[in-house]
């Protein structure tokens, strides 16, 4: 980890983006529940030091994909509360520094991606994070490299009443192709915001593939927002898991496809229980001529949970197309899911498709695993198991091995 640096809140990328975000302060989602912010500002700074070393920690990143050992030796990025603890890169071809940083050695250079895929302003979450978030990292992919081995970055909420605002940003260069394994979680129960921002560009047949997976608990209320945009060629998956619902979540990436046979492709498997609230959806949008984006979402309704699962496509260049797929499985009586998917047109040139079904674990299902010897608990957490497992050609075998390790820790805990 390099030195780190002072206050940059007054250098001019960071002003102009200030003047704008004051005006957004109080500016409603159009999704979601509001969150008061009041009771989250201040930031505060992490009460206790952090081992990484310790087994029970290790234990507790892993349930959400990081790999602290596996990291260390090809690069990372370590955040608690609104204090960066470290980042590094032992990877050629990767730059791996905080946003703080990146302002001071970049300086007007990092205009181009400084709150481009997301507009500062877009809500009162976007425009916390700029006036109040600390933290953050820039990554950098340089142009032509491999990078197979999976980056880890990982956000941890320790203290109470906290707001955890990063500001991330990611650059994919032409021909580069990059993996990302994102797990946030609280290392206790605590009341907490999450408001981070990720910004993703990808260059020409260049590929990016990013996988979050949160672990909250019902004290914390979760606000992401994310925006992406791939150019000529270029390709992005994401994969997004909540292993743990926090109380209220509401997250809608919209990725733009601006190249030509720019694709992408969003899935996401939510698991709502307790009586948290979740919404999580996905944009596509299709500009580029022959380009190509899909949404797949698998949402499990346990308890008393509300669970809101959105994708929306439109197709815009010639020749594009699109398809939305939304399953629900509900395993409560007292537990709703609703799926919204949207598809617009603007061009006779385009293929937009959607399904979507919602419905329990069918009791001939169960009958028959258990006439072949598993009990009945065995045999709903194998039928979820296959429900919210989610398989994508072409994964490394370390991020898919990270899915489905959360996968089998979430069937395992029905």
């Given amino acids: 980890m390099r030195g780190s640096v002072g206050d940059l809140r007054n250098h001019p990328l960071r002003e102009k983006a200030r003047s704008i975000a004051k005006k957004a302060i109080d500016k409603k989602s159009t ?35 990081v790999d602290v050992e596996e990291s260390r030796k090809t690069g990372g990025y370590y955040q608690v509360d609104s204090k960066v603890l470290e980042y590094y890169s032992k990877i050629p071809g990767i730059e791996i520094i905080s946003l703080e940083e990146a302002i001071e050695e970049f300086g007007d250079l990092l205009e181009k991606y400084y709150w481009r895929a997301v507009p500062v302003d877009k809500d009162k979450y976007t425009a916390v994070a700029e006036l109040y978030g600390k933290g953050g990292y820039v990554i950098i992919a340089k142009r032509g490299s491999k990078i197979p081995q999976p ?65 909250w608990s019902m004290m914390q209320h979760v606000r992401p927002r994310t925006g992406v945009i791939v150019d000529e060629g270029g390709e992005f998956i994401s994969h997004y898991i909540t292993m743990a619902p926090s109380r209220t979540l509401q997250t809608m990436p919209v990725v733009r496809l601006v190249g030509d046979d720019a694709k992408a492709h969003l899935s ?42 959105r994708a929306r496509l439109e197709g815009v260049g010639e ?38 079904s919602i419905g ?14 598993f009990n009945r608990d065995e045999a709903t957490s194998m039928i979820v198991r296959g429900f919210l497992n989610i398989r994508v050609e072409g994964l490394p075998r370390e991020l898919q091995k990270a899915i489905e390790y959360t996968i089998n820790l979430v069937s395992r805990g029905l």
């Fill in 319 to 356: 020749k594009t197309r699109g398809h939305i797929e939304c399953m629900g499985l509900l395993l409560s009586g007292d537990a709703v899911i609703k799926t919204v998917p949207e598809l617009e047109a603007r061009t006779s040139e385009t293929s937009l498709t959607h399904e979507a």
């Fill in 268 to 309: 996401s498997v939510v698991v709502g229980g307790k009586n948290a609230l979740l919404d999580v959806g996905g944009m596509v949008e299709l500009w580029g001529a022959g380009t190509s984006g899909e949404i797949i979402s698998r949402v499990l309704g346990k308890d008393r949970s509300i669970n809101i699962a």
């Fill in 360 to 373: 329990k674990i069918a009791e001939d299902e169960i009958l028959y695993l258990v006439a072949r010897g």
């Fill in 31 to 65: 999704y979601g529940p509001d969150v008061d912010l009041s009771k989250y500002l201040p930031n505060l700074s992490p009460s206790s030091n952090i081992d990484f070393d310790n087994p029970n920690l290790k234990q507790k990143l892993l349930r959400v994909g």
């Fill in 151 to 215: 980056i880890s970055t990982c956000l941890l909420v320790y203290s109470n009443n906290v707001l955890q605002a990063p500001h991330n940003i990611v650059v994919v260069e032409d021909g580069a192709e990059l993996h990302i394994v994102t797990g946030c979680t609280v290392m206790r129960e605590v009341s907490a915001l999450h408001a981070g921002v990720s910004e993703f560009y990808v260059g020409k047949k260049a590929k990016l593939t990013f996988t979050m997976i949160h672990g």
